[in-house]
T-cell receptor, first 109, second 114 residues
Framework: GIQVEQSPPDLILQEGANSTLRCNFS?????LQWFHQNPWGQLINLFY???GTKQNGRLSATTVATERYSLLYISSSQTTDSGVYFCAVEQGGYSTLTFGKGTMLLVSP | DAGVTQSPTHLIKTRGQQVTLRCSPK?????VSWYQQALGQGPQFIFQ???????QRGNFPDRFSGHQFPNYSSELNVNALLLGDSALYLC?????????????FGPGTRLTVT
């Protein structure tokens, strides 16, 4: 099956810093989503981005499908950005997601 | 617009027992998928229901079964619980168009097996 690798596995930032999270995948995909999992376990949709670039406030994402990677940018980080960020991809036509292992982000005041 | 809801929030069961978890999809969605998330891991796909039938299944034993009702809500049943079944169980819903549908997740049910 498809492999999804996220880096870095852990990231510690000071409030106000910028960061880039990376997601590499091993095969072509129909869909790529970025999620933020809060401390209570809720997966919050950040981006649905099978290709191209999108921006939402301080967050933006870019997927280069031909090179099989996606990047999530977080600017001016806040303590509420802490949590685990997951990249998930779908291939094969039934909208079932394969997740990476996540990047654990801790933003300190 | 109601999002995906799941019940119960937490559950504690004993080895060998059976458990049923419930999910109501986001309004307008017709497809429900279930995922298991062990501590420190990403969610793993269990199975997906569409038109009241299991459409696709991940690498999980037959102890894991499910159902989808005419109103698109779904249940996940696990029989003969093992300690290793302790995890966060997540339900996701989407509207089936062909492929690449955006998935929305519920808050999860945290199952502890003792």
């Amino acid at each position: 099956g498809i492999q999804v690798e996220q880096s870095p596995p852990d990231l510690i930032l000071q409030e106000g810093a910028n960061s880039t999270l990376r997601c590499n995948f091993s095969d072509s995909v129909n869909n790529l989503q970025w999620f933020h999992q809060n401390p209570w376990g809720q997966l919050i949709n950040l981006f649905y981005i099978p290709s191209g670039t999108k921006q939402n406030g301080r967050l933006s994402a870019t997927t280069v499908a031909t090179e099989r990677y996606s990047l999530l940018y977080i600017s001016s980080s806040q303590t509420t950005d802490s949590g685990v960020y997951f990249c998930a991809v779908e291939q094969g036509g039934y909208s079932t997601l394969t997740f990476g292992k996540g990047t654990m982000l801790l933003v300190s005041p | 617009d109601a999002g995906v809801t799941q019940s119960p929030t937490h559950l504690i069961k004993t080895r060998g027992q059976q458990v049923t978890l419930r999910c109501s999809p986001k309004s307008g969605h017709d497809t429900v998928s279930w995922y298991q998330q062990a501590l420190g891991q990403g969610p793993q796909f269990i199975f997906q229901y569409y038109e009241e039938e299991e459409r696709q299944r991940g690498n999980f034993p037959d102890r894991f079964s499910g159902h989808q009702f005419p109103n698109y809500s779904s249940e996940l049943n696990v029989n003969a619980l093992l300690l290793g079944d302790s995890a966060l169980y997540l339900c996701a819903s989407s509207y089936f168009r062909d492929h690449g549908d955006e998935q929305y997740f519920g808050p999860g049910t945290r199952l502890t097996v003792t």
